[in-house]
């Protein structure tokens, strides 16, 4: 994704979200523009499927506009809605179907293996790309393990211990360590990014 598309998700105005869940055919469309790619994404890289991706977002954006699922201000900004929504309708189908993401295996170091999905197809994301392989493999290869397994399985923290066979504690610990250390790896890169 490119510093445009992430921007101009990050920007929605909480006024277009109430708007477009009323019929405002302006505020709607403005809202599609802004989160469309980051949302297709994000269901992407979970379902490992462009179609099966489509029709999660088509239809997220039909119940944004039948008021099915409304946009509540106190509860954080429209991207952030946009992305949970997303991401539980795009588990749930993952689950409902009984089919495991399809994600592709990259090495760096010929020994350890980082599963990541096939999203980054054009050579504009080749950056973020590597950027996010390397903070992957960087991660311990449990805090990896724990992370892949909540996001792209959408497995909850106990689930992952039962499924590791490791105490809830340490599986909670990585989780939260591993995603700061992503958060940091990811936020220098954009850091860099907009001042470049």
Do not use: C
């Amino acid at each position: 994704m490119n510093t445009a598309t992430q921007y101009a998700a990050s920007t929605i105005d909480p006024k277009v979200a109430i708007r477009a869940g009323k019929e405002d055919n302006e505020a709607f469309t403005q809202l599609y523009d802004q989160s469309s790619t980051t949302l297709f994404s994000l269901a992407l890289r979970i379902l490992g499927s462009r179609e099966e991706a489509a029709d999660v977002l088509q239809e997220l954006y039909v119940d944004v506009w039948k008021r099915t699922v409304r946009y509540d201000v106190g509860r954080g900004t429209p991207i952030a809605w946009l992305i949970t929504l997303t991401r539980s309708r795009a588990i749930d189908r993952l689950r409902a179907s009984g089919s495991q993401p399809r994600r592709q295996t990259l090495s760096t170091n010929g020994t350890e293996q980082v599963a990541i999905p096939e999203q980054f197809e054009g050579p504009a994301d080749h950056a973020l790309r590597t950027v996010i392989t390397k903070a992957l493999e960087d991660l311990p290869k449990t805090h990896r393990q724990a992370i892949e397994l909540a996001y792209y399985e959408g497995l909850l923290p106990a689930e992952i211990a039962m499924k590791l066979e490791q105490p809830l504690d340490a599986v909670i610990t990585r989780l939260k360590l591993g995603l700061s250390n992503l958060h940091e790896s990811l936020q220098t890169y954009w850091e860099q990014d907009l001042s470049a």
